[in-house]
């Protein structure tokens, strides 16, 4: 370029930039270039100077990147590209416009522009609110925090700006906001943003920086030929009511709801492989089963053939006549036949186990196999007997409990910042010896030693009241309170989540911290151990769900995508889904791939769910799953077609928020809830009855449970719930049923009620079912009235 080309483009720059006093002087110095001399000249002067503007442009916002003007006319720019895009793909890109927001915010508070800050707060905040639909109330919390950044002391200081900015543990992987888009809406925004010039850059930045574009295949999220995954999903996430009618605004809310409920379809277009893994221990003993019964058959076959099976003729009796070694043979024929038909009976798809996965251990799957064949069956004609553990002086400490798989032992954990694991076989050989010595019924002392030695005399009732009781474990070393704990498949490490962001694992049996794994950027909310162990799970209040291995500290997946607290995770049972549960302003039920880490099911709760979703729990099959409320509620989808399958009415939910779910073992023919209303809820699975009419579910001949089907006394209570109480709670609240209002009549529907179990005084804070297929519930003794 000559230099008289150089002093225009410099003054161009100048223009663009308006320093009026800076070109006043510039231009008197200023050599004018000379007259192009033919055609093909003069057009290679005006593609240079086409050339120079775009680089002018450029040049300018690139100088400009660091004035607070660039990125509010940014995000003008995107808000009105969103609104002039067709009506199919507006929707879906209308929910780029959050996020960017809130990284464009935090931004211009970085760069000490605070004013312009709050000035595009003001403008957009109801823009911003109302592009959201059913996540208004996500929004309007990240709004709220963000007007009280106003600094950059105050932005360093915060935990959300640094969730936001990628300066959490988590990274900038875990700034990152998953938004997924059609095809071709991707298509649209990349090439608006790479057509844009230097204008964009600012804009290109903060996009690369907070999202997460995931494209998937499918109708844009606007179609208005893409069906829903619910008949009335879009009226329930609209938050209409009966006709449709919601009032003023029902019209934008119910197409932000028809976004929602398209972003759902697409999500759940998504192919998944739910049965369980080949050779799991079910099958195992199903397959021994049919093994043995075919022996017999054989045996039976060969020795009526033989005439060896007719014992009257080995007494020297009558010889068994041809008709009756023909009935023989064909009922040994009928038998094989029984035990060959089993075999193609369809148990439901069966995926190969995955190479991340481990195997159980030959001494789990042996413990398993004895368990099933003493299993109890539990059916809605045969309900389960249920032991109810209570925790005493742990009303306002206890947070929670688990069991492990024979109900042995109990793991809970408690607002002091400690884990506690109750033994109970010794803990109840202490009571009954303290019941004993109380009527005065220990012999007493003062004998002889078989060795000759006198015999120590035996204790007195307070000296047993007053002595620290044996059975409890004490697991020191979180620094704020414990919020979940789980015990590993091989019930030898406990799992523990807790307010300081870390989850601990421990040594059951010796009350050993073994390793802490960091990460979570605020309070773990929920732990679930792996089925297959040395993979474990966690959720927290940072909106994300980690995936972590035993032997890493680091975790492997990061499952973003709530807009909110993930409360709950649970493990599908063939290990490859991780199911989450998020409530307040997010309220989805969703389902992850473990090997992609992506999001294959979204279940928004809408009035399916009324409240937010507090507790999950997955059909032994894994066709199903089960999510409970904080309003009562307790609702089933099928995650094969990411239907609703039940939802419990309100003359039958509970009265007080569900904490907890669980299905029976085998076919999961019944669903038991527990609550703040102090009861235990049983709902009848008609696809788990379907399986166990059709010879499919384990054949258990043992009984593994105490007591009528009809409920039972409980059994002994967990030890000391608060710190310095010594007193182990037998407060073996019977499970007295209290549905006598359904008495004589079926109940009727899906998912209807089959009973209910009410304690003494305990809400439910966790229950399961054993092994054998005994109900186990556990609950803090909270007295009802003054105390007298």
């Known amino acids: 370029m000559r230099d008289s080309d150089w002093d225009q483009l410099f003054l161009q720059y100048i223009r663009k930039r308006g320093l009026r006093d800076v070109e006043e002087r510039f231009v008197q110095h200023v050599r004018q270039p000379p007259a192009p001399g033919d055609k093909e000249e003069a057009a290679a002067v005006a593609a240079g100077v086409e050339m120079a503007s775009g680089l002018i442009d450029d040049l300018v916002c690139f100088a400009a990147g660091h004035e607070a003007a660039v990125y509010g006319d940014a995000y003008e720019a995107l808000v009105g590209w969103v609104d002039s895009c067709l009506d199919m793909y507006r929707p879906e890109l209308r929910r780029l416009l959050h996020p960017v927001f809130v990284r464009l915010y935090l931004t ?3 760069m000490e522009a605070g004013r312009e800050a709050a000035a595009l707060l003001a403008r957009y905040r109801a823009r911003v609110l109302a592009t959201l639909g059913g996540m208004r109330r996500a929004a309007a919390s990240d709004l709220t925090q963000l007007a009280a950044l106003t600094s950059r002391s105050l932005l360093r200081g915060s935990a959300f700006a640094a969730a936001r900015l990628g300066l959490g543990p988590g990274g900038p992987a875990a700034a990152k906001t998953a938004v997924a888009l059609s095809p071709y809406a991707h298509d649209l925004l990349m090439r608006w943003l790479h057509t844009g010039g230097g204008r964009m850059l600012p804009l290109l930045s903060v996009v690369n920086s907070c999202l997460d574009l995931q494209v998937l295949e499918g109708l844009p999220k606007g179609a208005p030929a893409a069906p829903v995954p619910d008949d009335d999903l879009a009226d329930e996430l609209a938050g209409g009511g009966p006709g449709g009618a919601g009032g003023p605004g029902a019209d934008e809310a119910g197409a932000d709801a028809g976004a929602e409920a398209a972003e759902a379809n697409m999500v759940n277009r998504t192919e998944i492989k739910l049965g369980l893994l080949q050779g799991n221990v079910e099958d195992m003993y199903r397959e021994q089963q049919e093994k043995h019964k075919a022996e017999a058959a054989a045996a039976a076959a060969a020795a009526a053939a033989a005439g060896e099976a007719d014992p009257a003729a080995a007494d020297g009796q009558e010889p068994q006549t041809k008709k009756a070694k023909k009935a023989a043979e064909k009922a040994a024929a009928a038998a094989a036949a029984a035990a060959a038909t089993s075999k193609s009976v369809v148990r439901g798809e069966r995926i190969e186990h995955p190479p991340f996965l481990p195997k159980l251990p030959d001494e789990v799957v042996s413990a398993a196999l004895r368990d099933i064949g003493l299993r109890a069956p539990v059916t809605a004609a045969a309900p389960p007997s249920c032991a109810f553990f209570t925790f005493v002086n742990a009303k306002q400490t206890l947070n929670c409990s688990t069991f492990n798989s024979d109900g042995s032992k109990i793991v809970a954990g ?6 506690r694991v ?5 803990i109840s050989q202490h009571h009954a010896l303290l019941r004993r010595s109380r009527r005065g019924q220990l012999p007493g ?23 620290e009781p044996p059975g409890t474990l004490y697991l020191h070393g979180h620094t704020a309170a414990v919020h979940a704990v789980d015990f590993s498949v091989d019930q030898r490490l406990v799992l523990s989540g807790s307010s300081d962001g870390t989850v601990r694992v421990w040594g059951a049996e010796f009350g050993a911290c073994l390793a802490v794994y960091p990460g979570h950027v605020f309070p773990v909310w929920d732990v679930a151990a792996c089925p297959l162990g040395h993979w474990f799970a966690s959720a927290g209040a940072d909106r994300v769900a980690r995936l972590w291995v035993s032997e890493r500290t680091q975790p492997l997946r990061l499952l973003v995508g709530h807009n909110a607290d993930v409360d709950v995770v649970r493990w599908h049972p063939n290990c490859c889904l991780v199911a989450t549960a998020a409530g307040q302003a997010d309220r989805t039920v969703r389902l992850w791939d473990v090997r992609e880490g992506k999001c294959v099911r979204y279940l928004p709760c809408g009035r399916a769910l ?15 799953i089960a999510a409970g409320s904080d309003e009562g509620g307790v609702t089933v989808w099928d995650l094969g077609t990411a239907r609703r399958v039940a939802a419990s009415q309100p003359s039958t939910a509970h ?4 904490w907890c779910l669980a299905y029976s073992q085998g076919d999961g023919c019944v669903l038991a809830s527990g609550g703040a209303d102090e009861t235990v809820r049983l709902w009848r699975n008609d696809s788990g009855e379907a399986l166990a009419a059709a010879g499919v579910a384990a054949a258990g001949d043992g009984t593994g449970a105490d007591g009528e089907g009809g409920g039972a006394e409980g059994g002994e209570g967990a030890a000391d719930g608060a710190a310095g109480s010594k007193e182990a709670g037998k407060e073996g609240a019977k499970a007295g049923k209290d549905g006598k209002e359904d008495k004589g009549n079926k109940p009727e529907g899906p998912y209807a009620q089959l009973g209910r179990y009410r304690t003494k005084s305990s809400p439910v804070v966790s229950l399961a079912f054993s092994s054998r297929n005994l109900l186990l519930a556990a609950g803090p003794f909270h007295r009802r009235g003054p105390i007298t």
Do not use: K
């Open 655 to 658: 009265t007080g928020a569900v």
């Open 108 to 110: 211009l508070v970085d």
């Open 610 to 624: 009324p409240g937010s979703p507090t507790c999950l729990a997955l059909s032994p099959d894994g066709s199903q």
């Open 414 to 419: 408690f607002n002091d910042s400690s884990v």
């Open 422 to 426: 109750y033994d109970m076989p010794t």
């Open 445 to 467: 002392g003062g004998g002889t030693n078989p060795d000759g030695t006198p015999a120590p005399a035996a204790p007195s009732a307070d000296d047993l009241e007053e002595c």
